[in-house]
């Protein structure tokens, strides 16, 4: 029997192509993105890495004050609470010398409770930047999966790490699949698999049970 979720993979892979994910300009614009990114979508996130783009270097963003962040990232909402965030991030990163090779000499288990003790990184957000920032292999779990898994017919684990780890059981583990993966879930979530689903010349008709 075919497991579901290379298949799923092969099936959006086929039918998108490959993504070029994360879509930033630079690995600490990806990070700092995944913050923001938190309870809104991408247009607001762009808007405000427009207005945040003249202070987009460590050093720079570090003297900022934290109000004066706030402010500049106004359009991706929260923004008092991303001000925070971004900034504990940034604490965590300067014990690194903001250097992503000496982060990368952690393996992912490490790596991955540490981004979770810093305030407002929660799973996926650390998840992200593993994978897009950090090359560590991991899936990422979002509403995007989800709805595509539960649509198809799957009833997945509630619990996010019991989720990723089902996944994962029947994925290699190979970084450049996961970088695809939530890149492709993203770009159909957002074309066929929306909240009002579109399912004419869905890629994944012939396999999906069409719960709603």
């Known amino acids: 029997m075919t497991s579901i979720y290379p298949l799923i993979f092969d099936k959006l892979y086929t039918y998108y192509g490959p993504q070029y994910w994360w879509p930033a300009d630079t690995t600490f614009e990806m990070m700092i993105g995944a913050i923001l990114v938190q309870n809104t979508n991408w247009h607001n996130v762009e808007k405000a890495l427009t207005r945040l783009r003249p202070f987009l270097q460590p050093n720079q963003l570090e003297r900022l004050e934290t109000d004066e962040l706030a402010q500049l990232i106004r359009p991706s909402g929260f923004y008092n609470v991303k001000a925070k965030r971004i ?35 929660g799973k996926e957000t650390a998840d992200c930047m593993l994978v897009y920032a950090f090359e560590k292999p991991i899936f990422i779990v979002d509403q995007y999966c989800r709805r595509l898994f539960y649509r198809i017919g799957l009833d997945m684990p509630k619990d996010y790490d ?16 996961y970088n695809e993966f939530h890149a492709l879930i993203v770009e159909h979530g957002k074309v066929h698999c929306r909240k009002n689903p579109r399912c004419e010349a869905c890629p994944l008709i012939r396999i999906c049970n069409q719960r709603i």
């Open 87 to 121: 900034k504990a991030f940034m604490q965590w990163f300067k014990k690194y010398d903001y250097k992503i090779e000496k982060v990368n000499q952690l393996d992912l288990k490490t790596l991955r409770r540490e981004l979770l003790g810093i305030y407002g990184i």
């Open 162 to 177: 019991a989720f990723r780890k089902l996944v994962e059981s029947e994925l290699p583990n190979n970084l450049q699949i």
